[in-house]
């Protein structure tokens, strides 16, 4: 029996297309918790940028896998942290010092960059998300780190210094976000399980993007959104319609959830 779902928010619930969340989700997701099933997100976003999207103040969620499973927490307690080495942090510093390139720090309470161009507004305009505000990357030496943003298409990864305790995964063609190596979504959602002694077999995804592989391999039915790439379709158990097709609704329909 399913006893929680997790779901990727952008191009899974919410529509870049449209800018909205599908009211068909939103029923979905509504009709989950009547039934007892937990629901929660799972995604690259910060809390703070969840929390100040106008598209899920009336979206009600149990609790959240953040910053690609690095930061988690349920409605009322942090689940899980797990912030970036220090060396790692400090050898990217060193890196911009000499090669300087847009970079977001994220921390437990903030998020901010050094600077903003043209790359970083066209990233940004893509996923309908305000501008990190400006601020000094040198906090990375004192404070922890729990995920950076770079905004290199794949061309330009050879910008990225020697970083041997993180892994990086591509959110947009101009985006790419550092994690710990030991961290993932499926690392975050082992922890929110253990936190509701919950099992595997007891949970089902929903995702479109390469970093939501990871979170397909944490679950018992993980389901790719017809809007995924090949790839994303491949790690699925089962595809969806697209997330501007009620891709949300018709999954949970599909396994009898609803």
């Known amino acids: 029996m399913i006893k929680a779902a997790f779901f990727d928010l952008d191009g899974t619930l919410f529509s870049h297309r449209t800018n ?16 007892g099933i937990l629901v929660f997100l799972a995604t690259g976003r910060h809390r703070s940028i969840l929390e100040g999207l106008p598209q899920l103040r009336d979206v009600h969620y149990d609790g959240a896998v953040t910053l690609n499973g690095s930061y988690c927490y349920s409605r009322d307690a942090l689940i899980y942290h797990n912030p970036i080495c220090p060396g790692d942090i400090a050898s990217l510093l060193d890196q911009l010092q000499q090669q300087p390139m847009p970079c977001g720090f994220i921390e437990a309470d903030r998020a901010y960059i050094n600077y903003h161009n043209d790359r970083v507004q066209q990233v940004h305009d893509a996923i309908h998300t305000p501008l990190l505000p400006i601020g000094n990357l040198d906090r990375g030496y004192t404070h922890p780190i729990y995920q950076v943003l770079l905004y290199l298409t794949e061309t330009e990864r050879d910008f990225i210094p020697p970083m041997p305790h993180c892994r990086f995964t591509r959110w947009n063609t101009g985006g790419i976000d550092v994690i710990p190596s030991s961290g ?61 097709e009620d891709g949300i609704y018709t999954g949970l329909k599909h396994f009898g959830l609803i």
């Open 184 to 244: 993932g979504k499926d690392i975050g959602i082992q922890k929110v399980l253990a936190h509701y002694g919950l099992s595997r077999e007891e949970t089902i995804a929903f995702g479109d993007g390469d970093n939501d592989i990871d979170m397909f391999r944490a679950v018992h039915i993980a389901v790719a959104m017809g809007n995924s790439n090949d790839r994303v379709k491949a790690a699925a158990h089962y595809v969806t319609a697209d997330v501007d």
């Open 20 to 35: 909205t969340i599908a009211p068909s989700a939103r029923q979905a997701l509504e009709a989950l918790r009547r039934r």
